[in-house]
């Protein structure tokens, strides 16, 4: 029991340090933290990209006439049409085009421009009064304006490209009249009606407006990116490790602490024996760093919605970077002399131990990740890091026994040399 009641003393020691509880818990979630809001928002959208819907106001001035009336039945919607700004107006208003865009009207030509002005809708358009008659007239030309917000791009290109397809297609209808006028010299709005119809029998199911636009869901069932689980989970993940080495190495660190303050000595004076003694400080090392990687855990679990696998393969992976973590904060601390070294060899040693372990984090995506994965494993953070990286991708325990296996004999290493180096010490 004198054992656990070491640990427990230098355990609650630790947690009551500010600096300790910053490094163990602060640094891990703030810097978790800021990488969950620069890649946060891309993962609201499962769906991926989507068009914007682009409000379209239309100043339909368009008078028709009796050229119009004589042909207006072989267009969709023609029949209750009074003019071609009408048919037009129609095709915008179909329930294909809804989710693209918003159709409202205007008076005027200007009263649509100043919508524009204001931005209350991204595109004018302005049908003018002599557009049927322009089109039913062989040599006219039928135009339309459109006048858009310049800070757009998207919306605008979209209601151009429809409408660039559906003057086409009438454009086609009116040259097909051309052409026979020229062969017969008729000019029968009943001959001309006919042509009409059969150009718009020939063309896309015999709908002249039926190819200007073709939407279709993606058949594609590759999974939509979450970035807070590709990048920012495994970063969390990389950061609890790293941590864990280093909370390692400071909290055993109090051996020598102790040592140089005199209480060390002084307990080896009293009955309890320096088996026990040791064995309650390294004790207090594992129990501190299965904390602080528990903890970090369930917070990153319940902060930031991360998963990171099934239990008990997550639970291997833990336990065996605790030991890891333990055994090697008591592996250098005993080969230092005094704390003087320590700051040295912690920011250093353990920067570039970090670092290495976390390759395969870094390197994500890139074409050099299995080389850089391989070189992590020179040393157990790399080992711990692909451990976890492996739960989190659906490993289970089978698939963790050699990550385990090797964790716990860089764990055997670091403890003989660590305790065999102390004991020598203060035999």
Do not use: C
Not at 126 to 148: C, H, R, V
Not at 242 to 263: K, V, W
């Amino acid at each position: 029991m004198k054992i656990l009641d070491i640990a427990i003393k230098d355990m609650t020691h630790s947690f009551r340090s500010a600096f300790a509880l910053m490094f163990m818990f602060g640094v891990p979630l703030v810097m978790t933290g800021m990488f969950y809001l620069m890649f946060g928002n891309t993962s609201n959208n499962p769906q991926g990209f989507s068009v914007p819907v682009t409000k379209v106001v239309v100043a339909n001035l368009d008078t028709g006439g009796a050229a119009f009336d004589a042909i207006k039945s072989q267009f969709p919607g023609g029949q209750q049409a009074n003019s071609m700004g009408d048919v037009i107006l129609t095709t915008l208003q179909e329930k294909s085009f809804a989710s693209l865009m918003e159709i409202s009207l205007a008076d005027s030509a200007e009263s649509a421009r100043a919508d524009v002005d204001d931005q209350k809708a991204g595109v004018a358009l302005i049908i003018t009064a002599d557009f049927s008659q322009q089109f039913s007239d062989l040599n006219g030309q039928a135009t339309i304006g459109l006048y858009k917000d310049p800070t757009l791009t998207i919306g605008p290109g979209i209601v151009q490209s429809i409408l660039s397809q559906f003057m086409d297609n009438i454009s086609g209808a009116k040259i097909a009249v051309d052409v026979y006028s020229k062969q017969t010299g008729s000019s029968d709005p009943a001959q001309i009606g006919q042509v009409v119809s059969q150009y718009t029998a020939a063309i896309a199911t015999g709908d002249p407006t039926s190819a200007l636009l073709d939407i279709q869901p993606t058949t594609s069932t590759t999974q939509p990116v979450n970035m807070l689980m590709t990048v920012v989970a495994p970063i969390m993940g990389w950061l609890t490790i790293f941590y864990a080495f280093y909370t390692g190495a400071s909290t055993a660190q109090s051996i020598l602490r102790e040592d140089e303050d005199g209480t060390l000595p002084r307990l080896f004076t009293t009955p309890t024996g320096h088996s026990t003694i040791l064995g309650g400080k390294f004790l207090a090392v594992g129990l501190t760093v299965l904390v602080q990687m528990t903890v970090l855990l369930i917070l990153g679990r319940l902060l930031f919605g991360f998963s990171w696998g099934a239990f008990v393969p997550l639970a291997l992976v833990t336990v065996g970077t605790m030991l890891a973590a333990a055994t090697f904060g008591i592996f250098i601390n005993s080969l230092l002399k005094s704390t003087k070294q320590a700051g040295l060899i912690f920011g250093g040693l353990l920067t570039l131990l970090g670092i290495v372990g976390g390759l395969p984090v870094f390197a994500a995506g890139s074409s050099s990740v299995d080389t850089l994965a391989k070189v992590s494993l020179i040393e157990p953070v790399g080992w711990a890091v692909q451990g976890l990286l492996k739960v989190m991708k659906g490993g289970q325990v089978q698939d963790l026994l050699i990550t385990f296996g090797v964790l716990g004999a860089w764990s055997v290493v670091f403890f003989v040399v660590g305790v065999l180096r102390f004991q020598k010490r203060y035999a």
